[in-house]
């Protein structure tokens, strides 16, 4: 589909606009992932906890290695973070690993 762009020789600026375009979709893909975990585990909040959530998802919605591995540090590094979402904190394993009120 593409060969006639690997054919014709792109100008550095070219290949800078493209490059930035492509990241820019990578970003926005790892983010849809990362809402959808998310949701997920509002919605399974008393069945099951965040690494359970994340396996059932990479079930579902097999992805390239280096894009689980960073939809898996975004989920972890939001859930149950103060001020990201409305829920957080709340369900059966909220603050777990914290040290609050211990």
């Known amino acids: ?34 809402a959808n975990v998310l949701d997920l585990l509002d919605i399974l909040r008393d069945e099951v906890d965040v690494d359970r959530a994340l396996e059932l998802y990479m079930e579902m919605l097999p992805m390239d290695e280096h894009i689980a591995a960073t939809v898996t540090n975004r989920v972890l590094a939001r859930h149950d973070a103060p001020g990201v979402r ?10 777990v690993f914290r040290d609050e009120g211990r």
């Not at 593409?2 to 926005?28: G, P, Q, T, V």
């Open 1 to 34: 589909m593409f060969d006639w762009l690997r054919r014709r020789r792109l100008s550095n600026e070219a290949k800078r606009k493209l490059l930035i375009a492509a990241a820019r979709a990578e970003e926005a893909i790892v983010e849809t992932h990362v």
């Open 86 to 95: 409305p829920s957080a904190g709340s369900g059966r394993f909220g603050g």
